[in-house]
Every structure is written in structure tokens, then in C-alpha cells.
């Protein structure tokens, strides 16, 4: 590794160790990832939180710069097209700790926060991210691929619907609501295997050199290229987990309405490595990257989070009417917004698109608290 890379690391080894051994005298109660970390910081002085958001903030930025190069650096090594690393490599980094958060949920017996997180992190990447990533700079679209993992995609939101309907009584789904059966959560981990797999015979296929090339790190063996991968991932998942609960803290102090905090930080939170990632390599001429990290994260929010959470509860996960109301509904029509402009782009997905996902995504949110 680099010199800079070496002291970034060093730094963030420090600073996590501090928040591991945290505060002796713990007030908040501790579920999950993030509510193990408040309970650590959670009586800190508000001028050490701000040290700790600006250290996470300054860690978010070159974890994800680290993530950014070396997953480019593999596309131009292994001749894959960035769009395809950003559906596979970079989007299973990213879900990962979202899977382990929602599969713990489930074991300890809050298995609904797990639909509900993949379903709102799969509004939010399309929507939010991916318009955020097209306002900053026009998105290189590979057609075959975008096409091809794109389709998967919206089938992958249709198929979890599907799933979750009460197949013995359809008429009363509104009022009862459904359910997404522990098997399927099965069929889904399965798929998943599927997924990856054909997305690899696709990469071996794909051929020709990638979008874009990076000479950074061009003297770096393979090996050392995919740990400082696995070094950006931690980084920017670690670095976003201790930044929500953080910045939460700080608007208690503040007095900020907790109505507010859920609106935005919370629902944010999530889906927060996704968004440094596609911002970031949007930023740096890789879009994409970003384009395909959003597909790829939209798949494994169903077949992995969704599924993973599924499969280890018996009675499997509860879909209340209010998502077959509203929040399905709305996950399908941004995921068909999406398609339509991909088919009406020509190699670029630009800026006026990205305006209209950001439109499609604060109507989304605003239909989902307005509770029509």
C-alpha cells in the first residue's frame, strides 16, 4: 500500500478502537450497529461529536476515493466494464453490513425493519442517489449491460411484490396485508447465487477495454488491489455507521423534532455508502461505476437483504397492507421512471434526468409520510 494509504488506515484503526471503548457510562439502550455506537457516544460532550462527525466525515471521502480507484483499477486490469464492477464487487461490499444489520433485526425478533429497509433503500438509491450522481456529471451508459442488469433489476421490485401477496385471499391484501414467506427468502438467496454467478460468466464474456482507464496503482499486484478494495468498503460502511448516530445525537441536543430525524437521517442512513460511492465516482469521471453500484444495490436489497432477513425467521416478514397502499406502488413507479429514461437516454444518462429522479424520489417521500 501507499504511504497515504497506510495513515488513513492508521487513523482509522485509532478512531474506531475510541469508539469501541466509548463512554463508561451508557444511557442509551443498544439495538443493532447503530444503536450499539450511540450507546457508546452518547454522552459525549458536543464538541467531541462534532470532532467525531468531522474525523468520519474525512474518513467517508477517502474511504470511498480508496473504493473508487481500486474498483476502476480492476476494471482495467481484468477488462470488465465499471458498470458490471459496480453491479457485483462494489454493490455486495456496500449491502453486506445492510444484510447483517437486517438478518440481527430478524433473529431478535423485529424481522419488519428488514422489508422495510430494502424496499426504502431501493427508493432511495434509484431516486435520490443515482439523480444526485447525473446532476454532478452526465452518467456513461454501457446500453447491453445497463439494459441487461437494468431489467433484472425491476424484475428483481416486481418479485418482491409478487412474493409478498396473499395468494389464498387477494381481495382482502389491502386490509390484511401479506407476508414474505420464510422459502422464499430461500428462493431469493438462491437467486442471489444465480445473479452472481451469471454475472460473472457475463464479465468473462464482456471483453474489450472498459469505459474508462485509471493508471493509479497500475504496479499493484491483483492481491493488493482487492485489499485496499476491501480497506475502502470498510471504511466507507464503518465511517457511515458512526456518522448517523452522531449527527442523530447532535439534533437531539438541538432539539430538533424526532419526526424530523426519522424523515431524514435515519432513512437516509442507509443507504449512505451507496451514495458517497456513486457521488464520488461521479465526481471523478467514473460514472459508470455509479450507474451500476445503484442497479447492483437495487438486486441485492431484494435477493440478499430481503431474503437473508426472510430465511432466518420462521413466520418470515411482514409486508402490512400500507405497503401494498403505498410503498410497493411507489418502489415500482421509480424503478419504471428509471427504466423509461435509460431507454429514452442515448449514451449518457444527463443532468435534466437526474433532476427528474430527485422530483420522483421527494414525491415519493412525500406520498410515503403524507400516508395517502
Known amino acids: 500500500m501507499t504511504r497515504k494509504s497506510i495513515g488513513v488506515l492508521i487513523i482509522a484503526l485509532l478512531f474506531f478502537s475510541l469508539i469501541a471503548h466509548g463512554d463508561p457510562a451508557e444511557t442509551h439502550e443498544a439495538h443493532g450497529i447503530e444503536g450499539w455506537i450511540e ?38 486490469r481484468w477488462g470488465v466494464p465499471q458498470t458490471l464492477i459496480g453491479a457485483t464487487i462494489v454493490s455486495l461490499g456496500t449491502t453486506t453490513p445492510e444484510a447483517a444489520v437486517s438478518v440481527f433485526a430478524a433473529i431478535q425478533g423485529d424481522p419488519d425493519i428488514a422489508l422495510g429497509n430494502a424496499v426504502g433503500s431501493i427508493i432511495c438509491d434509484t431516486g435520490l442517489i443515482l439523480g444526485t450522481a447525473a446532476l454532478i456529471a452526465p452518467l456513461p451508459l454501457n446500453r447491453k449491460i445497463v439494459n441487461r442488469q437494468g431489467w433484472i433489476q425491476l424484475g428483481a421490485g416486481f418479485l418482491l411484490v409478487i412474493a409478498c401477496l396473499p395468494f389464498g385471499s387477494l381481495n382482502e391484501t389491502f386490509d390484511t396485508g401479506g407476508r414474505l414467506p420464510r422459502f422464499m427468502g430461500f428462493v431469493f438467496l438462491v437467486l442471489l447465487v ?94 459508470g461505476l455509479a450507474v451500476g453500484n445503484v442497479i447492483g444495490a437495487d438486486i441485492l436489497n431484494v435477493l440478499f437483504v430481503a431474503g437473508a432477513a426472510a430465511a432466518v425467521t420462521s413466520g418470515g416478514l411482514e409486508a402490512p397492507p400500507h405497503f401494498f397502499k403505498l410503498l410497493f406502488p ?13 431507454f429514452a437516454s442515448g449514451d449518457k444518462l444527463k443532468r435534466p434526468f437526474g433532476v427528474i429522479l430527485i422530483a420522483a424520489y421527494i414525491l415519493v417521500t412525500a406520498l410515503s409520510y403524507l400516508k395517502l
Open 330 to 342: 411507489l418502489m415500482l413507479f421509480i424503478l419504471v421512471v428509471f427504466r423509461v429514461g435509460i
Open 39 to 76: 450507546s457508546k457516544i452518547g454522552n459525549l460532550h458536543i464538541v467531541w461529536l462534532f470532532v467525531i462527525i468531522a474525523v468520519t466525515l474525512y474518513l467517508l471521502g477517502k474511504g470511498a476515493d480508496m473504493l473508487v480507484a481500486q474498483a476502476v483499477t480492476l476494471s482495467t
Open 194 to 287: 444465480v445473479y452472481m454467478w451469471q454475472s460473472i460468466r457475463w464479465s468473462r464474456d464482456a471483453g474489450g477495454a472498459p469505459e474508462e482507464h485509471l493508471h493509479e496503482d497500475s504496479s499493484a499486484n491483483t492481491f493488493l488491489v482487492g485489499i485496499k478494495l476491501l480497506v475502502g468498503i470498510i471504511l466507507v460502511v464503518g465511517a457511515s455507521s458512526v456518522l448517523i448516530p452522531s449527527v442523530k445525537i447532535v439534533a437531539e441536543r438541538v432539539n430538533v423534532p424526532e419526526s424530523i430525524i426519522a424523515a431524514t437521517l435515519v432513512a437516509f442512513g442507509t443507504s449512505l455508502p451507496e451514495f458517497v460511492t456513486a457521488v464520488t465516482a461521479a465526481r471523478r469521471g467514473h460514472g
